[in-house]
């Protein structure tokens, strides 16, 4: 028999004052059985960095041909792609085809370090694809954040990001491995 998804339930304030952008979402994860709390806050994460009306979350990791997320236009066309951890460099190069901006947010400190070394060769020409790496002392304190029901705030000022509860707060000071030539908006 096959495990099914744990639900999670995510009340997520967001204050990024570099975007200028304040509002509050109520989020259902679907946690696949064979992913971590750490990387299910790393998805997290990046919707609180990129949250927008539009942003949603993908199948999971069940399903090859979708990201973790992604934001719509209305005619259908895919304004960004957001894969979190370390996809391969086909799944990369086919999503940088797909979608206007592509965004990977990586994890797991020198594990990450090697993966991008491995495949940023062959990324050269993806000209609309950023990489930002998550400190795996900030992913593994973000893990520790994970329950079913929460609530949470994300702010976000002058590129410092910080993401609480009402015990503890996380600081992710990010590292943009990589940017798009075209900025992301």
């Not at 096959?2 to 975007?19: N, P, V």
């Not at 999971?60 to 236009?73: F, R």
């Not at 304004?79 to 990977?104: H, S, T, Y």
């Not at 070394?117 to 020409?125: F, V």
Request: overall charge negative.
């Amino acid at each position: 028999m096959a495990l099914k998804a744990t639900i999670f339930k995510a009340e997520l304030q967001i204050a990024d004052m570099d975007r200028n952008y304040y509002h509050e979402h109520a989020l259902t994860i679907a946690r696949h059985p064979s992913e971590t709390d750490e990387r299910m806050m790393v998805r997290l994460l990046a919707y609180a960095l990129h949250a927008d009306e539009a942003l949603s979350f993908g199948k999971g990791l069940s399903t090859d041909d979708e990201p973790d997320l992604w934001q719509k236009d209305l005619t259908g066309a895919i304004e960004l792609w957001i894969d979190v951890g370390q996809p391969d460099d086909k799944r990369i190069r086919r999503a940088c085809g797909r979608a206007r901006q592509v965004v990977v947010y990586s994890y797991g400190g020198q594990g990450a370090v090697i993966w991008w070394n491995q495949i940023s060769g062959k990324l050269d020409r993806a000209s609309n694809l950023t990489v930002i790496s998550v400190p795996a002392v900030a992913s593994q304190a973000l893990a520790k954040l994970a329950r079913r029901n929460m609530r949470l705030n994300c702010t976000v000022q002058d590129e410092q990001v910080w993401l609480a509860d009402v015990e503890e707060r996380v600081q992710v000071e990010l590292t943009i491995v990589r940017a798009a030539s075209a900025p992301l908006r």
